[in-house]
């Protein structure tokens, strides 16, 4: 084979990001379900409130994806929670624009406390994960999403790590300083009973694990039951922060991340925390 017919692989350049492919049954109902939910978006608004907004039903379908993506991190052996994720996180991406980026740069703090990237990172993933941390920064709730990421990078024992844990400190408090990103005075107070249900829904999905049957993208190597409990509590209070800095809509700010919590917990007391056989491998293997 020569260089022109090899297949790109994706994991040469980054351990970040993961292969998508529509090979795989589980891949195709993601981005399935992410065209209908932004359809169902674009018909609502322009049925209920006479607008026609391609962009915003273009972001309805990413927010649904990514939360898509975030259960699978949260629940790597089942592959309905990854569903029942997508359809949680449409009504509330409809409701108000999640922060994308925030939720993005969520997913990949899971990643690196999971563990499911296998191998090392790469340049170009430090570089990314310095540049998240100042973006997170520059947001009111992105502080504990740059805790989540010093988190994340210590877990993950990558190389250099405590040189890249400064520097995702430095970078998120950098874009803090620039921008002028604080704390509300009154953090919470548009919240109410939202957060005592997120607390309840973290401890909760961070006993349920009861062993991993999933391998990282990269090595085969098997999933630690003990990271993905952390990865999962972290996820939870990581939500609780972001919804207490949050001024204006604190609900849907993380909303893909929280219905991706909430399907956890939802899938696991139906399967009575059992590991379910069916699911996808972190390579996005069906198995």
């Given at each position: 084979m020569t260089e022109a017919q090899k297949p790109f692989n994706l994991y040469r350049f980054t351990r970040l990001g993961r292969t998508l492919s529509l090979r795989h049954e589980s891949h195709r109902f993601a981005l399935t379900g992410s065209i209908m939910a932004g359809a169902g978006g674009f018909v609502y608004w322009w049925l209920a409130r006479d607008e026609v907004d391609l962009v915003g039903a273009f972001f309805v379908g990413v927010a649904v994806f990514l939360a898509w993506a975030c259960a699978r991190e949260l629940d790597p052996d089942r592959n309905f929670t990854a569903g029942v994720a997508l359809v949680l996180a449409a009504p509330m991406a409809v409701?108000?624009?999640?922060?994308?980026?925030?939720?993005?740069?969520?997913?990949?703090?899971?990643?690196?406390?999971?563990?499911?990237?296998?191998?090392?990172?790469?340049?170009?993933?430090?570089?990314?994960?310095?540049?998240?941390?100042?973006?997170?920064?520059?947001?009111?709730?992105?502080?504990?999403?740059?805790?989540?990421?010093?988190?994340?990078?210590?877990?993950s024992q990558a190389p250099g790590y405590l040189f890249l844990a400064g520097g995702v400190m430095a970078s998120g408090s950098l874009g803090a300083i620039i921008t002028g990103a604080s704390i509300p005075d009154q953090p919470g107070s548009?919240?109410?009973?939202?957060?005592?249900?997120?607390?309840?829904?973290?401890?909760?999905?961070?006993?349920?694990?009861?062993?991993?049957?999933?391998?990282?993208?990269?090595?085969?190597?098997?999933?630690?039951?003990?990271?993905?409990?952390?990865?999962?509590?972290?996820?939870?209070?990581?939500?609780?922060?972001?919804?207490?800095?949050?001024?204006?809509?604190?609900?849907?700010?993380?909303?893909?991340?929280?219905?991706?919590?909430v399907a956890t917990v939802v899938v696991a007391a139906v399967s009575s925390g059992s590991v379910v056989p069916v699911g996808w491998g972190s390579d996005g293997r069906e198995h």
């Open positions: 409701w108000g624009r999640p922060a994308l980026l925030l939720v993005l740069i969520a997913l990949q703090a899971m990643r690196l406390t999971v563990g499911t990237i296998g191998g090392t990172l790469k340049p170009a993933d430090y570089v990314a994960i310095i540049l998240a941390a100042g973006y997170a920064g520059t947001r009111p709730e992105g502080w504990v999403l740059v805790a989540f990421l010093v988190a994340g990078v210590a877990i548009n919240v109410g009973w939202v957060w005592q249900l997120v607390v309840v829904v973290a401890l909760v999905v961070s006993l349920q694990v009861r062993g991993v049957s999933s391998t990282t993208d990269v090595g085969n190597q098997p999933i630690s039951a003990m990271r993905l409990r952390v990865a999962r509590a972290l996820t939870g209070l990581m939500v609780v922060g972001a919804l207490l800095s949050n001024t204006t809509d604190a609900v849907v700010v993380m909303g893909p991340v929280l219905a991706a919590l």
